[in-house]
């Protein structure tokens, strides 16, 4: 770590990121310059020195795709190629449909099977496999624990900049059946994770030890991280070495910050603004899809300063009880729509139209992943394009349909091709490939490795099948 100041402009140097320091501890990541490049970095864009980004974003109960005598309502009609033109025509009426301005830069995969059986609880047994591709515990029903590491930490390990630990996020409440389990940091150690983003930007920003009317002030837009460091900042910009492109990174950045902040206090109505602000309820129903998208700016932010690269989100708790609201009506639990009843078990009173409903959901699901993407794709790379090119992001479900919840074709949806190290513009039937080939593939494309500099082709439980997938590798 090196410090170096110029007229009051604290800078500090840490592992190759750069950060302002300003008053009461704030620290402000700055983004990648041309004029912090090492000569050549950016004709090495294709190499190992260029940062890759991961993020899921996990979805539960499955989705409305082809069973029994259910009709297919989730993915495009044939694979091959992806268009943007034929995602909204040919498959208007398909979910997939929601994120068809990516197409040319989606891999959507079809034919992905959890790894392991889930016994007791399709739900609470499904969550842990996500990332892990490992076998669970099989103590207590609903909390079962992964007998393995998950993806986000490895990259968390060999790549964040400090080794600082993943971003885990949910949308959904404090307390549940079936709370969180996208992210373990070693077998059957569960990473907590943060449901309020107002508490995770504060962290992020360094001020979760702010004295408490600081962080009232921050919260409630009397008082920017930008105002914390003003002088910094416009030092900053004062330099001569900067680049055009440079200036204008930076100001989106710090425009970004004021944005991100302003989001936070959701003064849209006094009980938005009132749900961020007691953190103890980010995870009331009526906020869930705003809560969801703020998580989703604090992860594009977060990418964009080089603070994480790797990010789970949790959308609703094991079996998603959110009342979704569509076109304006609210749905039954979700959860009750997925069993296609008014009950979490197996019997109640049928749900008039459950399917549609199902649909519907999954459509407000993409919608929502959707603006993820968007978020990504505001950030300009230094290295050409945008920082979804820098990145993969994932849309995921741990069960493969509503009843009876499944473990075959559970749907993965990419989006981005990591620094060119993914193949895009494809639908994809894997025809039963396991999931831990899916995730060694990813973990290959970020550039993370075996402790030896070999290839890690092998992530997940040692009895399953190893080795990349390569339709979704460049040719």
Excluded at 215 to 239: E, F, H, K, P, Y
Excluded at 264 to 275: H, I, K, N, R, Y
Aim: glycine content about 10%.
């Amino acid at each position: 770590m090196t410090l170096s100041t110029r007229r009051g402009n604290t800078i500090m140097r840490m592992n190759r990121r750069h950060f302002l320091l300003g008053a009461a501890g704030a620290t402000v990541a700055l983004p990648a310059l041309e004029a912090w490049l090492d000569r050549g970095a950016r004709a090495r864009a294709g190499g190992a020195s260029r940062p890759r980004f991961a993020v899921w974003v996990r979805a539960g109960n499955g989705v409305a795709q082809a069973s029994d005598s259910e009709p297919e309502q989730f993915w495009p009609r044939a694979t091959g190629a992806l268009t943007t033109e034929g995602m909204r025509s040919a498959d208007a009426d398909r979910a997939t449909s929601e994120l068809a301005a990516y197409a040319p830069r989606l891999s959507l995969l079809k034919g992905v099977q959890r790894p392991f059986g889930t016994p007791r609880c399709g739900h609470a047994e499904s969550i842990p496999q996500c990332l892990t591709g490992a076998a669970c515990t099989s103590g207590v029903s609903n909390e079962p624990l992964a007998l393995g590491e998950s993806a986000d930490w490895v990259i968390a390990r060999q790549k964040n900049p400090g080794g600082r630990e993943p971003l885990t996020l949910m949308a959904g409440p404090s307390s549940a059946y079936i709370g969180e389990g996208l992210s373990w940091s070693a077998p059957r150690v569960r990473t907590p994770a943060e449901r309020s983003p107002l508490q995770a930007y504060l962290r992020m920003m360094g001020l979760s030890a702010a004295p408490p009317e600081l962080q009232v002030r921050i919260a409630a837009r009397r008082t920017s991280v930008n105002d914390l460091v003003r002088d910094q900042m416009r030092t900053l910009l004062g330099r001569t070495d900067l680049s055009a492109r440079d200036r204008r990174r930076l100001q989106q950045h710090f425009d970004a910050i004021r944005d991100t902040e302003v989001r936070m206090a959701c003064d849209a109505t006094p009980e938005l603004a009132a749900s961020f602000a007691a953190i103890s309820s980010p995870g009331g129903n009526d906020v869930r899809t705003e809560v969801v998208r703020r998580h989703m700016d604090l992860i594009a932010f977060a990418f964009s300063c080089d603070l994480n690269r790797a990010a789970t989100l949790q959308v609703g708790e094991g079996n998603d009880q959110t009342e979704y609201e569509v076109d304006g009506v609210r749905l039954p639990r979700f959860h009750w729509i997925s069993h296609r009843i008014y009950s979490d078990g197996g019997d109640g009173m049928p749900i008039p139209d459950a399917v549609t409903l199902h649909h519907q959901v999954d459509r407000l699901q993409l919608q929502m992943f959707r603006y993820l993407l968007d978020q990504l794709d505001a950030y300009p790379s230094v290295y050409g394009g945008t920082l979804l090119d820098d990145s993969v992001a994932v849309w995921l479900n741990d069960l493969g349909n509503g009843p009876p919840h499944g473990g075959t074709n559970v749907p993965w949806l990419l989006a981005g091709s990591a620094g060119g190290r993914l193949r895009t513009g494809q639908f994809v039937d894997l025809g039963g490939v396991g999931i831990n080939r899916v995730l060694s593939t990813l973990l290959d494309a970020v550039g993370c490795t075996h402790a030896d500099g070999t290839p890690l082709d092998d992530f997940g439980d040692a009895t399953l099948a190893s080795g990349f997938i390569d339709v979704l590798r460049p040719a």
